[in-house]
């Protein structure tokens, strides 16, 4: 992705994320906008560090938070439940804590809440605030076909530091050119995400962003384009030629 379509994104989700609004429902998902930026600036960032593994790292981290906002922004109806996963959520780190000064001061917040913190475990427990699995979320998220066996299973893997990393033709080591090489990849997937993330809240909102998207989807394509052509030009170089 170039750095103009990387400010260019990026300054149309914070436009979208700072407009005004009473609207319960859309500012929440304006809050997952501010949040989708950050993971964002964090992948330009690494990315322009040469440093592709943590750039899948977060990727696979974006592609939670962008299909987990998509599904609040249809989903109106879902806020609430949203709301309460969070406060789930907070309520049980709270429980963790064993800094014996903040344990104390928490100790009455703690037992003040028990009785709700057992009703949202209840309700909750390990899954996510929708309810989905991954697969089911990138669908009614919108995402296109093969984007999680194409791109998120390789993301995962390098997040949840698995033998892919460092294993090829079962031969383990340190691979730093593919690494780096995955900053690219990384960038442009990151880029496409969030044009599908925008357009699919200025649908759900009627923003009437629809030319600013389509300008900034071709641009995406168009990087991510370019990009498979490198890949395929190496894959088409003999290895002296490397």
């Known amino acids: 992705m170039t750095d103009t379509t990387n400010s260019s994104i990026l300054e149309l989700s914070k436009q979208v994320a700072n407009k005004k609004t009473d609207n319960r429902h859309f500012s929440a998902v304006q809050a997952q906008i501010a949040f989708a930026n950050e993971v964002l600036r964090g992948i330009s960032t690494v990315s322009t560090d040469g440093n592709g593994l943590a750039a899948e790292t977060l990727l696979r981290t974006l592609f939670e938070v962008v299909a987990s906002a998509i599904i609040l922004a249809k989903h109106g109806d879902k806020l609430e439940d949203f709301v309460r996963h969070g406060r789930f959520t907070e309520l049980r780190m709270m429980r963790v804590i064993?800094?014996?000064p903040l344990k104390a001061r928490l100790a009455s917040i703690v037992a003040a809440t028990e009785?709700?913190?057992?009703?949202?475990?209840?309700?909750?427990?390990?899954?996510?605030?929708?309810?989905?699995?991954?697969?089911?979320?990138?669908?009614?998220?919108?995402?296109?076909p093969g984007i999680y066996d194409r791109y998120y299973r390789r993301a995962s893997a390098i997040s949840h530091g698995q033998p892919y990393v460092t294993v090829r033709h079962g031969k383990v080591e340190a691979r730093p050119v593919p690494w780096k090489n995955f900053s690219t990849g990384a960038v442009n997937m990151a880029s496409l995400v969030m044009v599908t993330f925008l357009a699919i809240v200025s649908r759900e909102f009627k923003l009437g962003l629809d030319d600013e998207i389509v300008k900034l989807g071709r641009e995406a394509d168009a990087d991510a384009a370019r990009h498979m052509d490198q890949i395929r030009t190496a894959a088409r170089m003999t290895p002296t030629d490397r």
Do not use: C, D, N
């Not at 913190?117 to 697969?135: I, N, P, S, V």
């Open 98 to 100: 064993e800094e014996p």
């Open 115 to 144: 009785a709700e913190y057992q009703e949202l475990y209840a309700e909750f427990k390990e899954q996510r605030w929708h309810k989905m699995g991954t697969t089911e979320s990138f669908t009614e998220a919108e995402f296109q």
